[in-house]
């Protein structure tokens, strides 16, 4: 402690205090030096951060692990690939019922309001479950969590395959279920590709895995339209995502390695200690460009949630009205309109995150605040081409669709950023909440109502005109333009998010390097302690032969070892 403290300037100890100061700016210069006195000479830069070359002979389990690296990289892409399925599959058994909404209304006699109950439950028990599965993610095991949910949302939707027509309240209490399996997924798996790989990687890997959502939602219009068909019964559209689920979950377990909180940015060290709940919320709700990315996901919910479940639907009675289709008396209904809207989806997916990643790509080079305003704008774009989409239905069902592309390209464009910013502003130990929170958020002010309010809206329309077909396609086309309104306030959360990007990221980065400091001090302390323990002893044996230790000699020659 004594040569901690000194100046220096002291004779009895003149390179003690220099070598401190001199360690002190060495690693001002270069961070990742170290405790010991090893530079950066022959430092290797990867992904994760910098390594050291293994000396020869000195090290040889070093050298193992380098020729190793390959390996470990493709075992990480693999793992994303995995975990990017199971979202597929997550979202494939969602809008599956979506797929079948019109069979399901004929089968138990539900009007517009009792089919977007389904959704609506569904959503809200997912977003009361995130938080819970956020606080589990970042405290245990995140894949065993993660397969626990695939097993238990596979099981139930199988199960609710065989509800007779007596009990639609058994199936909308399966889909409530249902959302608790889900959440578990969609709030931990992001986490642990943010730990697997960082900077462009990262956004790449979390663009695949966001890439799931469209490509999932459009697969389960898709799947239940097909196998209503094949089979007969849209009762078997239920039975195909459960047996996947299965599968991909074993898989989890299997191949996805238990990845350490922070370990690929290098903070593995030091962020063992866990703070509360209750404080991990509170620097959240502080952190202005979290807040306002939040409640711009929320608008992106709310447009997703209601356009998935409706717009099928609304185009049939479009075309219903054009006397280019017949209304559906019994199912099994037509499958075209979901068909299309499938189709669209997956590429509109595909093509909009690959836009999305590779604009803020483009744009980084030209400004730092390139994420949000790269949402901001394809949300303000999304929400114009949205709005025609209800102009063109009227007498176009081809320009009904293109408006239909071009607008969820636009509006797909933001879903990978939206995640990056999140790991950007966020610190490692918070990230699993922080996806939980802001999942909570967006399906409670997006997706968990939209779909009861479009339906709601569209009955309470009908309900003060006259019962026609007209009136049944303009009541829920009405409903749904509060979708665009919607798209453009979170547009404006996304500028409001610019504002404070980089002040936000800059906190968070501050956190990480202070905490690689902090590693450095560690380990240094830890010899610290040993040599005082020497110094001590040695201190004892000379006070007993009456010597003199009031010089910190001794100690500053054992703590030359920490620099």
Partial sequence: MMCLESDGSSGSSPGCGGRLRAGDEEEEEDGERGCCGRGAEGEVQTLSGRMNPPATGKHPERAAALHKAP??????????????????????????????????????????SGAGLLQTVFICSFMVAAPIFGYLGDRFNRKIILSCGIFFWSAVTFSSSFITEQYFWLLVLSRGLVGIGEASYSTIAPTIIGDLFTKNTRTLMLSVFYFAIPLGSGLGYITGSSVKQVAGDWHWALRVSPLLGMITGTLILIFVPAAKRGNVEQLGGQLKARTSWLRDMKALIRNRSYVFSSLATSAVSFATGALGMWIPLYLHRAQVVQKTAETCGSPPCGTKDSLIFGAITCFTGFLGVITGAGATKWCRLKTQRADPLVCAVGMLGSAIFICLIFVAAKSSIVGAYICIFIGETLLFSNWAITADILM??????????AVALQSFTSHLLGDAGSPYLIGFISDL??????????????????????????????????LATALFFLSDRAKAEQHYFLGRRWRHVAACSASWENSVVEWGTEAISLQLQGESTCDATSLCESLRRCQ
């Fill in 71 to 112: 390996s470990l990289g493709r075992a990480r892409v693999a793992a994303a690939g995995i975990l990017s399925v199971g979202n597929v599959l997550n979202y494939l058994d969602r809008y599956t019922v979506a797929g079948v909404l019109l069979d399901i209304q004929q089968h138990f006699g539900v009007k517009d």
């Fill in 424 to 433: 950007y502003v966020v610190i490692p130990t918070r990230r699993a909440t």
């Fill in 461 to 494: 329309i009908r309900q003060s005109t006259k019962e026609s077909r007209v009136w049944e396609f303009l009541s829920l086309g009405y409903a749904l333009m509060l979708c665009p309104f919607v798209v453009v306030l979170g547009g404006m959360f996304f």
